[in-house]
């Protein structure tokens, strides 16, 4: 079965740090591009951060940029998100997802993981 | 910037069809996809690309698409599709997915 499981979220103050975790099963990691999706409480999704299947292509939302840092270790069939700087606007649940089905779009989520900001 | 914008609510009565729109200007190049979310829950792929269904989606869901608004329908709607409705596409640089900010569907 095809899966994302994300950890890592928590309660952290206002310019802590904080790093994510998705470990994916049931695919072979390496060939899959991956992205970061956030949705704060009560609003819409927002896309995060994206990378390419062997790392070299990155891309992050203006709203994250210079503060987190998008990886991924395919030996350990796993992906990252290091969150530096927090603010209370990035209060949210983090998804990863794929495009596993070649779909074009991401067609695989994780149940997200829930990270607070608050003093 | 690159915007999509969706209707915050729409309801519809049980067994008809209800149409959810999405407006943006990337929707003159880029296909949108559409994600059905439920409280608590990840958001579920439910169409893509011209007028594509994931496997496990029942043939009620249909999308289309003309000029900058992609739209969803859902013909004959059950008390099941009721949710968030989210459409997805690319930002003008083709690198950045892009989100609308949703709409709330109510079947009554």
């Known amino acids: 079965e095809v899966q994302l499981v994300e950890s890592g979220g928590g309660l952290v103050q206002p310019g802590g740090s904080l790093r994510l975790s998705c470990a994916a099963s049931?695919?072979?990691?390496?060939?899959?591009?991956m992205n970061w999706v956030r949705q704060a409480p009560g609003k819409g999704l927002e896309w995060v951060s994206y990378?390419?299947?062997?790392?070299?292509?990155?891309y992050y939302a203006d709203s994250v940029k210079g503060r987190f840092t998008i990886s991924r270790d395919n030996a350990k069939n796993s992906l990252y998100l290091q969150m530096n700087s927090l603010r209370a606007e990035d209060t949210a649940v983090y998804y990863c997802?794929?495009?596993?089905?070649?779909?074009?779009?991401?067609?695989?989520w994780g149940k997200g993981t829930t990270v607070t900001v608050s003093s | 910037s690159s915007e999509l914008t969706q209707d915050p609510a729409v309801s519809v009565a049980l067994g008809q069809t209800v149409r959810i729109t999405c407006q943006g200007d990337?929707?003159?190049?880029?296909?949108a996809s559409w994600y059905q979310q439920k409280p608590g829950q990840a958001p579920v792929l439910v169409i893509y690309?011209?007028?594509n269904r994931p496997s496990g989606i029942p043939d009620r869901f249909s999308g289309s698409s003309s000029g900058n608004t992609a739209s969803l329908t859902i013909t004959g709607a059950q008390a099941e599709d009721e949710a968030d409705y989210y459409c997805?596409?690319?930002?003008?640089?083709?690198?950045?997915?892009?989100f609308g900010g949703g709409t709330k569907l109510t079947v009554l």
């Open positions: 049931g695919f072979t990691f390496s060939s899959y591009e």
């Open positions: 997802a794929t495009d596993y089905y070649g779909s074009g779009y991401m067609d695989v």
């Open positions: 990337s929707l003159r190049s880029y296909y």
């Open positions: 997805n596409s690319r930002d003008s640089s083709g690198n950045h997915p892009l």
């Open positions: 990378i390419s299947s062997s790392g070299s292509t990155i």
């Open positions: 690309g011209k007028n």
